[in-house]
C-alpha cells in the first residue's frame, strides 16, 4: 500500500492504495467523489476525464500513485467557491447539452480545458476539442451550442 | 388556477429546463453505480464461457474458502421462481442445468471488495460439457434437423400478414438484406444496490426502465410478495430498451438477503455487453410489385429475427416488423412472414425503435430500387405511395389521425442541400487522418422514411399511475407530482413538472423520485411516456382542480391559498389509459394492434472516399411530425440522438457474434459515433395533432432512429453505386466488392 497526497478540487487529500488502484476508482472509492463517471475502463469514451494540473486526462488510464503531489479538478472543482457554476456547467445546463448526464463530468472537464487554451475556439476547433469523449443520447448537437455558448459567458465575464 | 388557460412561465410548449440539469453539471445526480453505503459489500457474477454447454457440476470450495468472501450462490440459492423474462418466464436467475448463451450467469459471489469478489468467483469450478450450439438463426427456425435451443420449438413467434391476392405487376423488385446486431451501449453500466429490509423485504435501488415490471419479476424468483421488494430509481445512465429486461436485480437482492448486507454490483463495459438484450438481427427477403408509373401493387416479405437464447421482447419486436413490415406506403396486397427466433446467440430484445427499425431498412431500400426501376425519383415514388390520414395499415388498421407524409417529403427535399467541400482536408472522409486529398471522394444524397407504432400495441393494457398533490410550502402553493417513470435522459421530470404546470397554473413544481410505492407507469420505451404519464399527470392534476373548484364553490370569496390553508393539502390519484389495441389475427395479421403511429423523414448527404470505402456523413436533415411540441430543447434532443443512433447502425455499430460468441465486447472495438461521425443536423418539426392524445401529442423518441439509417444507406449507395443490402456498412462493402 501507499500513502499518497492530492490537492484535488483545492483540498489537500490522502489516501492509502495499492499500486494498481486506478485514479478514476481512488476519486471514486478512497476519496467518495463520484461525480468522476466509468463509462468503459479503457480511455475510450472519456466519462472519467479530470483535469491533472489543468490538463484534461483519463482518470481510469491513470494509477493513482502515479500523480501523487499533483492537482486534481474534478466535476465537483469546477463550480466556484460560493456554489455558483461555471460558465460551462451553465452553458450545458441552458443548453440541453445533457440528456442522462452519465458523460457530461467527461466533457465539461474537457471543455473547461479547452476554452481556458482557446477562449474563442472555431467550429472545426471546437468538434476536435471534444472529439474524445462519447455521448448516446444527444447526437452532440447541443453540446457543441453548449461550447460555443460557453465560450460567450466567458468573454461576458468581467 | 381553475382552469387551463393559467399560463405559467415553464408550462407545456416552453422550454423548460430540465429540473435534474445542475445536479448533472455538478456531478452531484446520484446514478446507480454511484451509490454507497459504509456497510455494504460487493456482488459479482460468474457467466458461462460457452454458448451452450450441460452443466455437469459446480465446485464452490475454492470460492468459499477465499478470504472475505460472505456468499457463494447457485440455481440452488434461488428461493422461488427460478425463471424470470418480460413476455414468458423462460430466462433462468441462475443456469439450472445447462446455459444457452455465452455470458449466461452461472453463479454469483459476495465479498468484502469487488476485486476479492472477482476472483473468487474465477475460482469456483463448472464442469460443462460442451453441445453443439445453434446459431443459424435460418436453421433454427427451418430445419427439423435442428436442435431445441430450449423448451419449446425454436420459433418463438411467427406473425403472417395477408392481404389481398394479387401477386404479379409489371414492375418488381427482389432484395436480401440484412441488419447486423446493434448494441444500445448506454454508457452507463448496470449496477445497483440492493439493501435487506428488517421486515425480511428488500429495498432495491437500480437504473432501469420499469419499475413495476422489474418487482413483478423479483419478488416471485425471491418467493416474496411484491410488497416486502420495494424498487426505487437510481441515477440512469442511458437505457434505449437496454434496461428493459433484468440485468443485475434478482442477483443483487438474492446476496443481500442471503448477506444481511446490503449488496452493490457493477457491471464493467465487457461485462454489460453480456449483461443486457441487443437489437435482434434480421435477414429479410422481400418482393415488391408496382405499375409503371410506381403504384404498388403488392409487397412480400419474410422477415427472420435472431432472437437467442431467451424470449425477452421477442414476440413484440416481431409483432411490429409483421405489422410495420411494407413502411407508411398504400399497398393492397401483402403476403408478410416475421419469424422471431430462438438461437444459442446473445439474446435479443428491445432497442429504439425495435422490430420497425429492421424492416425500414428492408422497404426503403426496396422503394429505391423500385424508383430505379421505374425511373422515378426517390422522393416521387415515395410520395406516389405514401399513407395519410384515412389510409389503412396492412393490418387493416385505420390511420385516424393525421399522417401528412408527402408534405413531409416535399418539405424535407425543398431543404437545402449543403455545399461542397471547401478543401479542408478534415472535412473529407477519412477526416485528421487525411488518406485523400479529394480524388475518389463522391457525393451521394440519400432519403429514409419511417413508421413507428407508439406505446405498447396488440392488447396490451398499458397505462401509468400518477399522484398529484396541491399543498402549502412556506406559505405558497406546490405541487408535488408522483409517478413511478422512469427518468433514464429523455427528459420525462421536466415534461411531468411542465404538465402540472399548466394544467395547476403553479410555477413551483417538484417530482419526486420515482418508486414502486406509487402504481404502475409502464416501462420507458415505446416512445410511450410523454403521451402515458403526461396524460396521467394531466388527469390527476385534473381531479386536483375539481376539488378545488369544489371547495372554492362552497366557500365563497377564499383564494387557493386560503383555501388550502384551512382544508390541508389536495391530493387526487389517477390511471390514465390509451385507447385499447387489439391482438393480430395469428393467420391475418388483421387487427387495430396499435393506438398511435409516428412518422419521420430523413435526408442524408454524404461524401464516400470509394477507393477506401471511407464514409462522412455531411448533413442529415429530417421532419418529422410530433403533433405537439411540449419541450422544442428536449425534443430536438430526442431526434438529434435517434438519428445518430440510426446514423451508427449504417455506418460502424455491430456486435459481431461467431459460433455463438462476442467478438467485440468493448467499446475499442464496438464503435459509436462521435462528435466528428455525427455531422450537423436540420431539423423541422411539424404539429399535426392526434386528437385522441394528451394535448394532441406524439411519442418522438424513437421514429428518428428508423429513417436514418436507409437515408444514409441510400445516399452511399448514390454515392457508389454499390448495392448495400446489408447494415452496418463495412468499408470493404465499398472498395472491394
Known sequence: MHEITLTVNGVVRQARVPARRLLSDCLRHDLGLTGTHVGCEHGVCGCCTILLDGEPVRSCLTFAVTVDGREITTVEGLAGPDGALSPVQRAFAECHGLQCGFCTPGFLCTATALLRENPAPTEEEVLEGISGNLCRCTGYQNIVKSVHRAAELIAEEP | ?737
Not at chain 2, 464461457?49 to 475454492?62: E, K, T
Not at chain 2, 486529398?437 to 451521394?444: A, F, K, P
Request: glycine content about 10%.
Open chain 2, 1 to 737: 388556477m381553475t382552469s387551463t388557460d393559467t399560463r405559467t412561465s415553464q408550462g407545456i410548449g416552453q422550454s423548460a429546463p430540465r429540473p435534474d440539469g445542475t445536479l448533472k453539471v455538478t456531478g452531484e445526480f446520484a446514478y446507480s453505480s454511484d451509490l454507497w453505503l459504509e456497510d455494504m459489500v460487493w456482488g459479482v457474477t460468474l457467466r458461462s464461457p460457452h454458448p451452450a454447454a450441460r452443466i455437469r457440476s459446480i465446485d464452490l470450495g475454492p470460492a468459499l474458502a477465499m478470504p472475505g468472501v460472505l456468499a457463494v450462490l447457485t440455481h440452488e440459492d434461488v428461493p422461488g421462481e427460478k425463471h424470470h423474462g418480460l413476455e414468458l418466464r423462460d430466462q433462468p436467475v441462475l443456469a439450472v442445468d445447462r446455459v444457452r448463451y455465452q455470458g449466461e450467469p452461472v453463479a454469483l459471489v459476495a465479498a468484502d471488495h469487488p476485486e476479492r469478489a472477482r476472483r473468487a468467483a474465477a475460482a469456483i469450478v463448472v464442469d460443462y460439457e460442451v453441445t453443439e450450439a445453434v446459431t443459424d438463426a435460418r436453421r433454427a427456425a427451418f430445419d427439423p434437423a435442428c436442435p431445441k435451443v430450449g423448451e419449446r420449438g425454436n420459433i418463438l413467434r411467427h406473425q403472417p400478414v395477408r392481404v389481398g391476392s394479387v401477386f404479379e405487376a409489371p414492375v418488381v423488385v427482389t432484395g436480401e438484406y440484412e441488419v447486423g446486431m446493434q448494441d444500445q451501449a448506454f454508457l452507463g453500466p448496470e449496477s445497483g444496490l440492493a439493501v435487506p429490509a428488517e421486515d425480511g423485504g428488500v429495498d432495491l435501488y437500480v437504473a432501469t426502465q420499469w419499475l413495476h415490471v422489474d418487482r413483478d419479476q423479483i419478488a416471485p424468483c425471491l418467493g416474496l410478495p411484491a410488497e416486502k421488494v420495494r424498487v426505487s430509481l437510481a441515477g440512469v445512465g442511458g437505457a434505449f430498451g437496454a434496461r428493459e429486461d433484468l440485468s443485475m436485480q434478482v442477483h443483487a437482492c438474492l446476496l443481500a438477503l442471503r448477506t444481511g448486507r446490503p449488496v452493490k454490483m457493477v457491471y464493467n463495459r465487457e461485462e454489460s455487453f453480456f449483461g443486457h438484450v441487443h437489437r435482434h438481427p434480421a435477414w429479410m427477403r422481400y418482393e415488391h410489385g408496382a405499375t409503371r408509373d410506381g403504384r404498388l401493387i403488392y409487397v412480400k416479405a419474410e422477415i427472420l429475427l435472431d432472437g437467442g437464447a431467451y424470449c425477452s421482447s421477442s414476440p413484440a419486436v416481431v409483432g411490429n416488423a409483421a405489422s410495420l413490415g411494407a413502411g407508411p406506403y398504400e399497398v393492397g396486397n401483402v403476403e408478410i412472414d416475421a419469424y422471431g427466433v430462438y438461437t444459442n446467440n446473445p439474446p435479443c430484445g428491445a432497442m429504439r425503435g425495435f422490430g420497425a427499425v429492421q424492416a425500414c431498412f428492408a422497404y426503403e431500400s426496396q422503394m429505391d430500387r423500385l424508383a430505379e426501376a421505374c425511373g422515378l425519383s426517390p422522393v416521387e415514388l415515395r410520395i406516389r405511395n405514401a399513407v395519410s390520414q384515412g389510409s389503412r395499415l396492412i393490418t387493416g388498421q385505420l390511420i385516424d389521425s393525421p399522417a401528412p407524409l408527402a408534405g413531409m417529403l416535399a418539405e424535407l427535399e425543398a431543404f437545402p442541400l449543403p455545399a461542397a467541400s471547401d478543401g479542408d482536408l478534415r472535412e473529407l472522409p477519412g477526416g485528421v487522418a487525411q488518406t485523400t486529398h479529394g480524388e475518389g471522394v463522391r457525393r451521394g444524397v440519400g432519403y429514409g422514411v419511417g413508421i413507428k407504432n407508439i406505446c405498447f400495441s396488440e392488447g396490451f393494457d398499458d397505462y401509468s399511475t400518477a399522484r398529484v398533490r396541491l399543498e402549502l410550502a412556506g406559505g405558497e402553493p406546490h405541487v408535488l407530482v408522483h409517478t413511478a417513470a422512469a427518468e433514464v435522459g429523455q427528459g420525462l421530470v421536466t415534461v411531468q413538472a411542465q404538465v402540472a404546470r399548466t394544467e395547476l397554473g403553479v410555477e413551483r413544481v417538484t417530482v419526486a423520485p420515482a418508486d414502486t410505492t406509487v402504481g404502475s407507469a409502464g416501462s420507458s420505451s415505446a416512445s410511450r411516456q410523454s403521451y402515458v404519464t403526461g396524460g396521467a399527470v394531466k388527469t390527476a392534476c385534473e381531479a386536483v382542480r375539481e376539488r378545488l373548484a369544489e371547495l372554492a364553490a362552497a366557500h365563497p370569496g377564499l383564494t387557493t391559498t386560503a383555501l388550502l390553508q384551512r382544508f390541508g393539502p389536495v391530493e387526487e390519484t389517477r390511471e390514465y389509459r390509451h385507447r385499447p389495441t387489439f391482438p393480430m389475427d395469428p393467420s391475418t395479421g388483421q387487427g387495430d394492434s396499435h393506438t398511435q403511429l409516428a412518422l419521420c423523414v430523413h435526408r442524408a448527404v454524404v461524401d464516400v472516399d470509394v477507393e477506401l470505402g471511407l464514409v462522412k456523413v455531411v448533413e442529415l436533415a429530417a421532419v418529422q411530425d410530433v403533433g405537439k411540441v411540449l419541450n422544442l430543447l428536449a425534443l430536438e434532443g430526442q431526434i438529434h440522438g435517434g438519428s445518430a443512433q440510426g446514423l451508427g447502425l449504417a455506418l460502424m455499430e455491430e456486435v459481431l457474434v461467431a459460433d455463438g460468441r462476442l467478438r467485440n465486447p468493448s467499446f475499442t472495438d464496438y464503435l459509436i459515433p462521435t462528435i466528428l461521425d455525427m455531422p450537423p443536423m436540420k431539423v423541422s418539426i411539424l404539429e399535426n395533432p392526434d386528437p385522441a392524445a394528451p394535448y394532441g401529442l406524439r411519442g418522438a423518441g424513437e421514429p428518428p432512429t428508423l429513417s436514418t439509417t436507409p437515408a444514409v444507406v441510400a445516399a452511399v449507395r448514390a454515392a457508389t453505386g454499390r448495392a448495400l443490402s446489408r447494415v452496418p456498412i463495412r468499408p470493404e462493402h465499398i472498395a472491394l466488392t
